[in-house]
């Protein structure tokens, strides 16, 4: 048996992914999600629309809390143009170990309270499940991305860090303004004077989700809603069939049989893929033994570096012709990965019935350090939505990444208030 042979039998061969099949569930789960049937994707009404956003104001306390890093600025308005100032960017806490929400809390507010001195609003761009409410403080769901906080699930999010806030000696009163992260990235392009009927919001980063703009009377399980965004939380999609790799890595998972399609495609599971497949390369003979012990997992970083020609862990391990099998499986794994997420793509602009025109392209913002940061992963995406989306649908896609797109977004939402 070869590597190759290994795929097919385990799988997870990228052939057997069928774009257009997967395209076509992703919307029925959509139309579902909105008229409040049983679906995977939950739709979350964000009661935000991008013609209501002020851009011009501020300073606003912008948080983006990521599936990787934590991020904090003041950012202002100026005649439409963002000015971001005193930037902090460090590590999420709870993604290395273990803490109680109480801590989580403590941290975000020492690092806010100093900006909150010059401001009023506070701006939260949240890259984890939340319940959003109209008054756009929202409750926290769960924690997927193998995010390690204890006691968190069901907190008020804003309730809480103004708590905290208080307990450290903020004596005013801030508005507080929650919003998805893949939300936040719509705005900061729509800021940018991008269409919001020709947008929509995506992060393939250390966990996946959309987000796109959605007439008020197809959300059917609202009452006389308005028109606005919707976060479809499409990490959670499960009308798929997983390999053996995606079998192991889900019951190794925080939340195991949750999140199927996050873990098949995100920055948090590509490397914990990559290295169970090796393992089960290794206990066909593929793959040299070291590769059939226990491990520690390759992070997705680790072979964005290989594939580089950095000589680290990966390369260490290699022996003989361990490192064509090894490149095989990296490049196979973002393969699918790619046109896992093509589907997506191909999804929100059929939905949203865009790019019909080249010179009117449906606009993904994208953002997330999978897309913005592999080698691999952006040109694969970019080769299936031309073979797919504009050869096979006849529409054009145009991935826009604006630099702290999310912060700026954070920003405008919390000046709508």
């Not at 193998?146 to 307990?167: H, R, S």
Request: hydrophobic fraction near 40%.
């Amino acid at each position: 048996m070869n590597i190759e042979e290994l795929f097919y039998k385990i799988g997870m061969h990228p052939s057997e992914t069928d774009i257009e099949a997967l395209t076509d569930s992703f919307l029925d789960e959509m139309r579902k999600g909105l008229s409040a049937e049983p679906s995977s994707l939950p739709m979350m009404p964000t009661y935000f629309s991008a013609d209501t956003v002020p851009y011009e104001g501020g300073p606003v306390v912008s948080i983006d809390a990521g599936g990787t890093n934590l991020r904090i600025a003041s950012v202002t308005f100026k005649q439409g143009v963002p000015i971001l100032e005193k930037l902090e960017v460090m590590s999420m806490p709870g993604i290395y170990e273990e803490i109680s929400a109480m801590e989580f809390f403590d941290i975000l507010a020492e690092k806010t309270l100093p900006l909150c001195h010059d401001s009023r609003h506070i701006g939260l761009s949240f890259s984890y499940p939340a319940e959003i409410f109209e008054n756009h403080d929202g409750r926290l769901l769960n924690l997927n991305k193998e995010l390690k906080i204890k006691d968190a699930e069901g907190l008020v999010i804003g309730e809480t860090l103004k708590k905290a806030l208080a307990e450290k000696g903020l004596n005013k009163e801030m508005s507080f303004t929650l919003l998805n992260d893949t939300t936040a990235g719509f705005l900061g392009a729509a800021a940018d004077g991008k269409a919001q009927n020709s947008l929509a919001g995506l992060v393939v980063g250390t966990g996946l989700n959309c987000c796109y703009f959605e007439r008020g009377e197809n959300i059917k399980k609202l009452q006389n809603p308005r028109d606005m965004i919707i976060n479809c939380e499409a990490g959670m999609f499960n009308k798929l069939s997983p390999s053996q790799a995606d079998l192991l890595v889900d019951a190794e998972s925080e939340i195991p049989e949750d999140h199927l399609l996050e873990k098949m495609v995100s920055g948090a599971y590509l490397g914990r893929l990559v290295s169970h497949t090796a393992r089960l390369a290794a206990h066909e003979g593929i793959l040299t033994p070291a590769f059939a012990e226990d491990f520690k997992p390759f992070d997705t970083k680790e072979l964005d570096d290989y594939i580089r020609g950095a000589h680290n862990r990966v390369w260490g391990m290699c022996r003989d012709r361990d490192e064509i099998a090894i490149q095989y499986i990296i490049d196979r794994t973002f393969e699918r990965s790619a046109k896992l997420v093509c589907a997506v793509v191909a999804a929100l602009c059929l939905h949203c019935d865009g790019g019909k025109d080249s010179k009117n392209p449906f606009y993904i913002a994208a953002e997330g350090s999978v897309f913005n940061g592999s080698l691999l992963f952006q040109k694969k995406l970019e080769k299936y939505v031309d073979s797919h989306i504009y050869m096979n649908l006849s529409r054009y896609v145009s991935f826009y990444n604006q630099e702290n797109a999310t912060l700026i977004g954070a920003a405008a939402a919390a000046l709508s208030k």
